[in-house]
């Protein structure tokens, strides 16, 4: 019987097998330390994005309300919060639920002993939550803790019926740990707002996503302008680096509402000014994340490019 596999799934079975073997050819960057992706932990199945952006920029907000989108969508949508904070998935679940890492400090890092009830908790209109926590302040690295995250999501076979996982981690990229969901994403995207810092910020993830797609198969997706007004900044470094903005959610009120009262826009009444629209965009999102969406080859500038690039005179 003769079995046909398609080119792009070829090439991935062969990076997978050098992989496995220690064949692997180049680094994820300059001066690179990577510990490579253990084969066996590949999501296979779900379309995987992992969500960066600037600290406090709103990625868990987003983040949140994308998974709703996409489960009022019918999809099956596991969300992977990866900050310290343990705060991603709180709109959903209306708590903070423990960490992974918590749980496995429980029983003494005996992860054969956890049921899948212990870490997985079920969120607004069925999507799953998970938080991965991180290890104490000043110790350990994050990259361990969302591996171990993956581990035991297919060690309790979590992973085969869902469509969709959702990574949400912690600011800027600064090291290889918290870099580690891109190892497992398909299109990792960023939330911006319309002003420097974040930008700034967006740039420095753009070379973090460059680098790891040189041995993974995530590429860079687009940026989600978040808190603004206008988007006209936001675009003009789009256009000179060859990014696309994907969706718009403007500065509203209801959002803030929405925070506060630990639910999703998708909860709030539609007669609230600017809730509608923002349902939509999401909605919106989603489909367009599924249908796959558009590869982007955006290339960073350099730091003090960006910051001359930056302003006005």
Known sequence: MNVHINPSQAQKNARLLKRAAGKEQGEDGDGSVQV???????????????IYGKGGIGKSTTSSNLSAAFSKQGKRVLQIGCDPKHDSTFTLTKSLIPTVIDILQEVDFHAEELRAEDFVFEGFNGVKCVEAGGPPAGTGCGGYVV????????????????????????GDVVCGGFASPLQHAERALVVAANDFDSIFAMNRILAAIRAKSKNYDVRIGGVIANRSKDTDEIDRFNDAVGMKRLA??????????????KCTMFEMDTDIPGVKEIQDEYLRLADYLMDGGEVLDAVPMKDREIFDFLGFE
Do not use: N, Y
Request: aromatic content about 4%; glycine content about 4%.
């Open 36 to 50: 490579h992706l253990d084969p066996t932990m590949e999501i296979d199945g779900a379309k995987v994005f992992a």
């Open 147 to 170: 591996g171990q995250t993956v581990k035991l999501l297919k060690e309790h076979h979590l992973l085969e019926d869902t469509d969709v996982v959702i990574f949400d981690v912690l």
């Open 248 to 261: 718009h959610i403007a500065d509203s009120d209801a959002v803030r509402r929405s925070r506060l009262k």
